[in-house]
């Protein structure tokens, strides 16, 4: 990899632009979004340096059901071990460097590679190799001293699984602390995995993720959301730290939002009229509404290619069940709806990255800041 590309592409000239009041300011210039090193440069420089969501305790429910995950440009497996907590492990095998869980699986006793066999208990440890020391000349008891599998810091909260792989990040309870403050009036424990929706968007992951705190582009690309939740009682965007924030009240609740779900239980009349929008820099948003939780996930593939999944809980046991398959279903057709809306925008977007005319932009002095806190955390991450 070209050690340099980062130093090309943030000049000095262009950091000191993030610097710059708004009005003057620009954001990334437009190798971010179009250049292969770069996306190599940032599955090391960032993504494995931050906390990123890994996966799902409802994709591993049982003791010794494990997952492959795919982040940062590396194979990870997490697991749920034999009294049932939850693990994570670089999912490679340490003779030879196979991937050790290919697929998804349940009930595993051991993990066994499938290129020798060596075995792994769910705690990481060797347990065996078979043949190690010639035909039928095992080694079944390698000892604590023998190559493990290497172990990811994760953290856990309610259904999601986070990892920081570098293992150098922030205390995941101070990362998450702006979060967990701005939604003390929410009950989740409440909440109920439903489904997860998926988009192939031929786009780099940065525009999606910057159209997520984008409340600007509302009335121009959703007309009906703009209808039920109008721009003028838009507060902008705050930010503090990796976290871009905004709230908005509902004027009439409709079909897939806020209309005939079961409601975060104790919520009161204000909170049962507002939505919240969150998003975690670099690739997750989370939208709280009165009766459901989307889960954004962004997966950078190609600089202009991105897989985003939205996961989707609804809240109660019984918003789960058949008599609201229906409301399910209108919040599904919602979010595809406002997706398509603004997938059509990020790939117009991404061809305009190859035009001279566009380095960074020119910006609104009330919505952009975030455009601006966002290009300054990334050139933190990025620059040498
Ligand atoms: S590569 Fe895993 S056992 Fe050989
Ligand atoms: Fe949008």
Redesign the pocket.
């Known amino acids: 990899m070209n050690v340099d590309v980062t130093r090309n592409i943030l000049t000095d000239e262009v950091l000191s632009r993030f610097d710059l009041a708004t009005e003057e300011a620009t954001g990334l210039p437009n190798a971010c979004y179009t250049s292969k090193e770069w996306l190599k440069a940032e599955n090391t420089r960032l993504f494995a340096k931050t906390w990123m969501l890994a996966g799902f305790c409802h994709d591993i429910p049982g003791k010794g059901d494990a997952c492959p995950v795919d982040l940062a440009g590396m194979p990870l497996v997490i697991l749920r071990d034999n009294d049932g907590e939850i693990r994570a492990f670089h999912n490679v095998?340490?003779?030879?460097?196979?991937v050790?869980v290919p697929e998804k699986c349940s009930a595993q006793r051991m993990l066994t590679?499938?290129?020798?066999?060596?075995a792994y208990g769910l705690d990481g440890s060797l347990r065996s190799?078979p043949h190690f020391y010639g035909g039928d000349n095992h080694d079944t008891d390698p000892g604590p001293d023998a190559p493990g599998l290497v172990p990811v810091r994760h953290a856990v909260w309610h259904d999601l699984i986070f990892v920081n792989i570098s293992g150098d990040a922030i205390a995941f309870e101070e990362h998450w602390k702006p979060f967990t403050r701005w939604t003390a009036d929410y009950d989740f424990s409440a909440l109920n995995y439903a489904e997860t929706l998926d988009f192939d968007v031929k786009g780099n992951w940065k525009l999606i993720y910057e159209n997520f705190y984008d409340a600007y582009h509302v009335p121009a690309v959703h007309p009906r959301l703009e209808e039920f939740s109008p721009i003028t009682g838009s507060i902008g965007i705050e930010t503090e730290g990796p976290w871009f924030y905004n709230t908005n009240p509902i004027e009439e609740p409709q079909e897939g939002r806020g209309l005939g779900m079961p409601m975060y239980p104790g919520l009161d009349a204000v909170g049962q009229r507002t939505t919240w929008y969150f998003h975690l820099f670099p690739t997750m948003a989370i939208q709280i509404w009165p009766d459901q939780m989307a889960i954004f996930q962004l997966h950078a593939i190609e600089p202009g290619r991105t897989i985003e999944h939205i996961h989707m809980y609804f809240i109660g046991e019984a918003a789960t069940e058949p008599q609201y398959a229906k409301n399910r279903q209108d919040v599904y057709d919602m979010w595809d709806e406002l997706n398509t809306e603004d997938f059509l925008i990020v790939e117009n977007m991404q061809g305009a990255r190859s035009s001279p005319a566009f380095d960074g932009g020119a910006l609104s002095p009330f919505w952009d800041p975030a455009t601006q806190h966002s290009a300054k955390l990334m050139a933190g991450f990025m620059k040498d």
């Open positions: 095998c340490r003779h030879r460097g196979a050790i590679c499938p290129y020798h066999a060596w190799r």
